[in-house]
Protein backbone atom coordinates (compact mmCIF):
# COMPACT_ATOMS: atom_id res chain seq x y z
CA UNK A 1 0.00 0.00 0.00
CA UNK A 2 1.70 3.36 -0.84
CA UNK A 3 2.45 6.14 1.84
CA UNK A 4 1.16 9.56 0.99
CA UNK A 5 1.46 11.02 4.14
CA UNK A 6 2.80 10.56 7.56
CA UNK A 7 1.99 6.41 8.99
CA UNK A 8 -0.82 5.77 10.60
CA UNK A 9 0.59 6.33 14.29
CA UNK A 10 2.34 9.46 13.83
CA UNK A 11 -1.06 10.73 12.13
CA UNK A 12 -2.78 9.75 15.60
CA UNK A 13 0.20 11.50 17.77
CA UNK A 14 0.39 14.70 14.80
CA UNK A 15 -0.86 17.82 16.96
CA UNK A 16 1.17 21.22 15.45
CA UNK A 17 1.35 24.47 16.95
CA UNK A 18 -1.73 26.18 16.39
CA UNK A 19 -1.53 29.48 13.97
CA UNK A 20 -4.42 31.55 15.49
CA UNK A 21 -3.58 35.36 14.97
CA UNK A 22 -4.12 37.19 18.11
CA UNK A 23 -7.35 38.77 17.43
CA UNK A 24 -9.34 35.39 16.06
CA UNK A 25 -11.49 35.04 18.98
CA UNK A 26 -12.04 38.63 18.60
CA UNK A 27 -12.13 38.53 15.10
CA UNK A 28 -15.05 35.92 15.25
CA UNK A 29 -16.82 37.47 17.48
CA UNK A 30 -17.79 40.58 15.73
CA UNK A 31 -18.35 39.13 12.44
CA UNK A 32 -20.85 37.02 14.55
CA UNK A 33 -22.07 40.25 15.59
CA UNK A 34 -22.17 41.76 12.24
CA UNK A 35 -24.46 38.56 10.69
CA UNK A 36 -27.07 38.62 14.00
CA UNK A 37 -29.41 41.77 12.93
CA UNK A 38 -29.59 40.67 8.81
CA UNK A 39 -33.12 39.49 8.52
CA UNK A 40 -33.28 35.80 7.52
CA UNK A 41 -36.38 36.58 5.16
CA UNK A 42 -36.82 32.90 4.78
CA UNK A 43 -39.17 31.31 1.88
CA UNK A 44 -40.39 28.02 1.40
CA UNK A 45 -41.58 26.81 -2.21
CA UNK A 46 -43.26 23.37 -1.96
CA UNK A 47 -42.39 20.91 -4.68
CA UNK A 48 -45.53 19.27 -6.32
CA UNK A 49 -45.29 15.73 -7.47
CA UNK A 50 -42.29 13.91 -5.72
CA UNK A 51 -42.92 10.29 -5.72
CA UNK A 52 -42.75 9.38 -2.35
CA UNK A 53 -46.01 9.44 -0.95
CA UNK A 54 -46.57 11.80 2.23
CA UNK A 55 -42.78 13.33 1.89
CA UNK A 56 -42.80 16.95 2.19
CA UNK A 57 -40.15 18.46 -0.36
CA UNK A 58 -39.70 22.23 -0.83
CA UNK A 59 -36.90 24.46 -1.97
CA UNK A 60 -36.27 27.21 0.96
CA UNK A 61 -34.24 30.34 0.74
CA UNK A 62 -32.71 32.35 3.37
CA UNK A 63 -30.76 35.61 3.57
CA UNK A 64 -27.01 35.12 3.96
CA UNK A 65 -23.85 37.15 4.19
CA UNK A 66 -23.76 40.59 1.82
CA UNK A 67 -26.91 40.23 0.51
CA UNK A 68 -26.21 36.34 -0.88
CA UNK A 69 -29.90 33.80 -1.01
CA UNK A 70 -29.24 30.62 0.22
CA UNK A 71 -31.60 28.22 -1.14
CA UNK A 72 -31.65 24.69 -0.22
CA UNK A 73 -33.52 21.40 0.19
CA UNK A 74 -36.55 21.25 2.74
CA UNK A 75 -37.41 17.82 3.16
CA UNK A 76 -39.86 16.86 5.90
CA UNK A 77 -40.52 12.93 6.76
CA UNK A 78 -43.94 11.33 5.92
CA UNK A 79 -46.29 10.71 9.04
CA UNK A 80 -45.77 7.36 8.98
CA UNK A 81 -41.95 7.55 9.34
CA UNK A 82 -40.51 5.78 12.20
CA UNK A 83 -40.74 8.02 15.00
CA UNK A 84 -39.34 7.72 19.03
CA UNK A 85 -42.47 6.61 19.86
CA UNK A 86 -40.89 6.79 23.51
CA UNK A 87 -40.54 10.36 23.98
CA UNK A 88 -43.17 11.24 22.23
CA UNK A 89 -45.49 8.90 23.90
CA UNK A 90 -47.18 6.96 20.25
CA UNK A 91 -47.45 2.78 20.35
CA UNK A 92 -48.41 1.59 17.24
CA UNK A 93 -50.15 2.31 14.63
CA UNK A 94 -49.64 5.80 13.04
CA UNK A 95 -47.24 7.86 15.20
CA UNK A 96 -48.06 10.87 16.96
CA UNK A 97 -47.56 14.03 15.42
CA UNK A 98 -44.69 16.12 16.99
CA UNK A 99 -41.44 18.37 16.26
CA UNK A 100 -38.90 16.08 14.39
CA UNK A 101 -35.04 15.64 14.75
CA UNK A 102 -33.31 17.40 12.14
CA UNK A 103 -30.13 16.88 9.99
CA UNK A 104 -28.43 19.61 8.15
CA UNK A 105 -26.01 18.88 5.21
CA UNK A 106 -23.36 20.54 3.11
CA UNK A 107 -21.67 19.76 -0.11
CA UNK A 108 -18.20 19.32 -1.10
CA UNK A 109 -16.54 22.00 -3.39
CA UNK A 110 -17.77 23.69 -6.32
CA UNK A 111 -20.34 20.98 -6.34
CA UNK A 112 -23.99 21.94 -4.88
CA UNK A 113 -27.04 20.33 -2.66
CA UNK A 114 -27.58 17.27 -5.87
CA UNK A 115 -31.04 15.61 -6.25
CA UNK A 116 -33.35 15.50 -3.24
CA UNK A 117 -32.97 11.83 -3.64
CA UNK A 118 -29.71 11.63 -2.15
CA UNK A 119 -31.07 12.51 1.60
CA UNK A 120 -33.67 9.51 1.62
CA UNK A 121 -32.21 7.29 3.14
CA UNK A 122 -32.56 10.12 6.24
CA UNK A 123 -35.79 11.63 5.90
CA UNK A 124 -37.69 8.06 6.08
CA UNK A 125 -36.41 7.40 9.38
CA UNK A 126 -37.76 10.55 10.81
CA UNK A 127 -35.45 13.22 9.82
CA UNK A 128 -36.04 16.51 8.87
CA UNK A 129 -33.65 17.26 6.72
CA UNK A 130 -31.93 20.97 5.05
CA UNK A 131 -29.43 20.22 2.68
CA UNK A 132 -28.08 23.89 1.32
CA UNK A 133 -25.77 24.86 -1.51
CA UNK A 134 -22.49 26.66 -0.47
CA UNK A 135 -22.65 30.64 -1.83
CA UNK A 136 -21.62 30.66 -5.97
CA UNK A 137 -20.64 27.25 -6.25
CA UNK A 138 -22.78 24.97 -8.66
CA UNK A 139 -26.15 24.96 -6.89
CA UNK A 140 -28.74 27.78 -6.40
CA UNK A 141 -27.08 30.35 -3.93
CA UNK A 142 -26.72 33.49 -5.16
CA UNK A 143 -22.73 35.23 -4.30
CA UNK A 144 -23.26 39.35 -4.70
CA UNK A 145 -20.00 39.94 -2.91
CA UNK A 146 -17.01 42.10 -4.43
CA UNK A 147 -13.86 40.22 -3.67
CA UNK A 148 -11.18 42.81 -3.75
CA UNK A 149 -7.96 41.92 -6.23
CA UNK A 150 -7.77 39.02 -8.58
CA UNK A 151 -7.75 35.13 -7.55
CA UNK A 152 -6.73 32.16 -8.82
CA UNK A 153 -9.32 30.00 -10.47
CA UNK A 154 -12.20 28.86 -8.34
CA UNK A 155 -13.24 30.11 -4.47
CA UNK A 156 -10.04 29.08 -2.29
CA UNK A 157 -8.07 32.85 -3.08
CA UNK A 158 -11.20 35.03 -3.25
CA UNK A 159 -10.18 37.77 -1.34
CA UNK A 160 -7.38 35.89 0.29
CA UNK A 161 -5.43 39.19 1.56
CA UNK A 162 -7.79 40.27 4.10
CA UNK A 163 -9.68 38.33 6.35
CA UNK A 164 -12.72 40.55 6.74
CA UNK A 165 -12.93 40.27 2.40
CA UNK A 166 -12.47 36.05 2.31
CA UNK A 167 -14.94 34.06 0.43
CA UNK A 168 -14.97 31.72 3.12
CA UNK A 169 -16.30 34.57 5.84
CA UNK A 170 -19.42 34.68 3.96
CA UNK A 171 -19.98 30.42 3.49
CA UNK A 172 -19.19 29.92 6.99
CA UNK A 173 -22.21 32.97 8.01
CA UNK A 174 -24.33 31.44 5.72
CA UNK A 175 -24.12 27.94 6.74
CA UNK A 176 -24.57 28.68 9.78
CA UNK A 177 -27.69 30.71 8.96
CA UNK A 178 -29.09 26.81 8.19
CA UNK A 179 -29.63 26.53 11.70
CA UNK A 180 -31.59 29.62 12.16
CA UNK A 181 -33.88 28.52 9.25
CA UNK A 182 -34.44 24.98 10.58
CA UNK A 183 -35.08 26.17 14.23
CA UNK A 184 -37.60 28.96 12.93
CA UNK A 185 -39.90 26.03 11.22
CA UNK A 186 -42.54 24.24 13.46
CA UNK A 187 -41.61 20.87 12.35
CA UNK A 188 -38.58 21.06 13.98
CA UNK A 189 -37.05 20.35 17.45
CA UNK A 190 -34.35 22.68 18.09
CA UNK A 191 -32.87 20.18 20.84
CA UNK A 192 -32.30 17.55 17.80
CA UNK A 193 -30.19 18.90 15.47
CA UNK A 194 -27.09 17.32 13.85
CA UNK A 195 -24.77 18.32 10.98
CA UNK A 196 -23.07 16.56 8.06
CA UNK A 197 -21.23 16.77 5.14
CA UNK A 198 -18.08 15.69 2.82
CA UNK A 199 -15.03 17.15 2.06
CA UNK A 200 -15.62 21.21 1.59
CA UNK A 201 -19.03 20.29 3.93
CA UNK A 202 -17.09 18.34 6.31
CA UNK A 203 -15.39 21.33 7.15
CA UNK A 204 -18.11 23.65 6.57
CA UNK A 205 -19.71 21.27 9.50
CA UNK A 206 -16.39 21.90 11.76
CA UNK A 207 -17.10 25.48 11.03
CA UNK A 208 -20.98 25.70 12.14
CA UNK A 209 -20.21 23.90 15.25
CA UNK A 210 -17.14 26.06 16.24
CA UNK A 211 -19.21 29.11 15.56
CA UNK A 212 -22.58 28.77 16.70
CA UNK A 213 -22.80 30.66 19.31
CA UNK A 214 -26.15 29.39 20.74
CA UNK A 215 -24.20 25.14 20.10
CA UNK A 216 -27.14 24.03 19.02
CA UNK A 217 -25.78 20.98 17.24
CA UNK A 218 -25.83 17.72 19.13
CA UNK A 219 -23.47 16.56 16.89
CA UNK A 220 -21.03 16.81 13.92
CA UNK A 221 -20.09 14.40 11.43
CA UNK A 222 -17.46 15.34 9.00
CA UNK A 223 -16.22 12.93 6.51
CA UNK A 224 -12.72 13.77 5.10
CA UNK A 225 -13.08 17.30 6.06
CA UNK A 226 -11.58 19.88 3.58
CA UNK A 227 -10.53 23.53 5.36
CA UNK A 228 -7.93 22.09 7.81
CA UNK A 229 -4.52 22.46 8.48
CA UNK A 230 -3.83 25.05 5.60
CA UNK A 231 -0.36 25.45 5.42
CA UNK A 232 0.29 21.66 5.68
CA UNK A 233 -2.07 20.72 3.15
CA UNK A 234 -0.94 23.76 0.24
CA UNK A 235 2.62 22.00 0.62
CA UNK A 236 1.63 18.55 0.13
CA UNK A 237 -1.80 18.51 -1.43
CA UNK A 238 -1.28 16.74 -5.43
CA UNK A 239 -4.93 17.82 -6.17
CA UNK A 240 -7.31 20.65 -6.01
CA UNK A 241 -8.42 22.65 -4.49
CA UNK A 242 -5.74 23.49 -1.89
CA UNK A 243 -3.58 23.75 -4.87
CA UNK A 244 -5.04 26.67 -6.13
CA UNK A 245 -3.48 28.47 -3.13
CA UNK A 246 0.10 27.44 -4.32
CA UNK A 247 -1.30 28.65 -7.90
CA UNK A 248 -1.83 31.82 -6.01
CA UNK A 249 1.50 32.14 -4.59
CA UNK A 250 3.45 31.32 -7.80
CA UNK A 251 1.84 34.60 -9.57
CA UNK A 252 2.37 36.27 -5.93
CA UNK A 253 4.97 35.16 -3.65
CA UNK A 254 5.43 39.05 -2.35
CA UNK A 255 2.28 38.28 -0.59
CA UNK A 256 2.52 34.78 0.67
CA UNK A 257 2.51 35.62 4.57
CA UNK A 258 -0.44 37.76 4.01
CA UNK A 259 -2.19 34.67 2.59
CA UNK A 260 -1.70 32.56 5.27
CA UNK A 261 -2.74 35.20 7.88
CA UNK A 262 -5.51 35.43 6.14
CA UNK A 263 -6.43 31.61 6.26
CA UNK A 264 -5.23 31.30 9.62
CA UNK A 265 -8.80 32.90 10.57
CA UNK A 266 -10.79 29.95 8.80
CA UNK A 267 -8.67 26.94 9.50
CA UNK A 268 -10.78 23.88 10.64
CA UNK A 269 -7.93 23.27 13.22
CA UNK A 270 -7.64 26.90 14.49
CA UNK A 271 -11.31 26.28 14.89
CA UNK A 272 -11.25 23.34 17.05
CA UNK A 273 -10.70 24.11 20.45
CA UNK A 274 -14.17 25.76 19.89
CA UNK A 275 -16.03 22.72 19.56
CA UNK A 276 -17.68 20.70 22.32
CA UNK A 277 -20.58 18.12 20.56
CA UNK A 278 -19.39 14.90 19.87
CA UNK A 279 -17.53 14.75 16.61
CA UNK A 280 -17.05 11.70 14.28
CA UNK A 281 -14.87 12.33 11.52
CA UNK A 282 -13.51 9.89 8.87
CA UNK A 283 -10.22 9.65 6.85
CA UNK A 284 -8.66 8.02 3.83
CA UNK A 285 -5.27 6.73 3.82
CA UNK A 286 -4.65 7.56 0.31
CA UNK A 287 -6.37 10.46 0.09
CA UNK A 288 -3.82 13.53 -1.87
CA UNK A 289 -6.85 16.14 -1.74
CA UNK A 290 -7.37 16.91 1.82
CA UNK A 291 -4.03 14.77 3.36
CA UNK A 292 -4.77 12.60 6.75
CA UNK A 293 -2.63 14.82 8.44
CA UNK A 294 -4.61 17.97 7.64
CA UNK A 295 -7.36 15.87 8.74
CA UNK A 296 -5.90 14.02 12.11
CA UNK A 297 -4.35 17.88 12.87
CA UNK A 298 -7.82 19.29 13.36
CA UNK A 299 -9.12 16.03 15.31
CA UNK A 300 -6.54 16.32 17.55
CA UNK A 301 -7.33 19.84 18.42
CA UNK A 302 -11.05 19.14 18.89
CA UNK A 303 -12.31 20.18 22.33
CA UNK A 304 -14.78 17.71 22.32
CA UNK A 305 -15.47 14.41 24.99
CA UNK A 306 -16.65 12.82 22.64
CA UNK A 307 -15.18 12.06 19.50
CA UNK A 308 -13.73 9.21 17.06
CA UNK A 309 -12.30 9.00 13.73
CA UNK A 310 -12.73 5.94 11.52
CA UNK A 311 -10.06 4.80 9.58
CA UNK A 312 -9.91 3.50 5.93
CA UNK A 313 -6.62 2.61 5.01
CA UNK A 314 -7.01 1.84 0.86
CA UNK A 315 -9.58 4.66 0.39
CA UNK A 316 -8.59 8.22 -0.97
CA UNK A 317 -10.88 11.48 -0.81
CA UNK A 318 -13.82 9.39 -1.95
CA UNK A 319 -14.25 8.02 1.63
CA UNK A 320 -15.86 4.81 2.07
CA UNK A 321 -19.38 3.67 1.58
CA UNK A 322 -19.62 1.83 4.70
CA UNK A 323 -18.97 4.13 6.92
CA UNK A 324 -22.96 5.67 6.13
CA UNK A 325 -23.94 3.23 8.71
CA UNK A 326 -21.72 4.37 11.09
CA UNK A 327 -22.98 7.98 10.95
CA UNK A 328 -26.75 6.62 11.03
CA UNK A 329 -26.00 4.84 14.42
CA UNK A 330 -23.94 7.91 15.89
CA UNK A 331 -26.71 9.96 14.76
CA UNK A 332 -30.06 7.81 16.15
CA UNK A 333 -27.69 7.64 19.61
CA UNK A 334 -27.02 11.34 19.92
CA UNK A 335 -29.60 13.01 17.69
CA UNK A 336 -32.58 11.35 17.14
CA UNK A 337 -33.24 9.55 20.62
CA UNK A 338 -31.90 12.77 22.26
CA UNK A 339 -34.51 13.86 24.86
CA UNK A 340 -36.84 16.07 23.23
CA UNK A 341 -37.52 19.66 24.07
CA UNK A 342 -40.15 20.75 26.55
Not at 55 to 74: D, E, H, M
Request: hydrophobic residues 35%; contains cysteine.
Amino acid sequence: MPQVDLPLAQLQEYRPSLTREPGFDGFWEATLQEAAPIPLDPEVVPVAGYPVPGLSLARVYYTGWAGARICGWWLVPPDGAPWDRQQQGGAGGQPPVGRRPTMVFYHGYGGSKGPADLYLAWALQGYCVLAVDTRGQSGESTDPKPYPGGHATGFMTQGVLDPAEYYYRGAYIDCLRALDFVCAQPEVDPARIGLTGGSQGGGLTLAVAALDPQRRARVAMADVPFLCHFRRAVDIAAQPPYTEIAAYCRTWPGREAEIYRTLSYFDGMNLAGRITCPVLMNVGLQDVVCPPSTIYATFNHLASTEKEMKVFPYNGHEGNPNHLLHKLHWARRLVFDAPAST
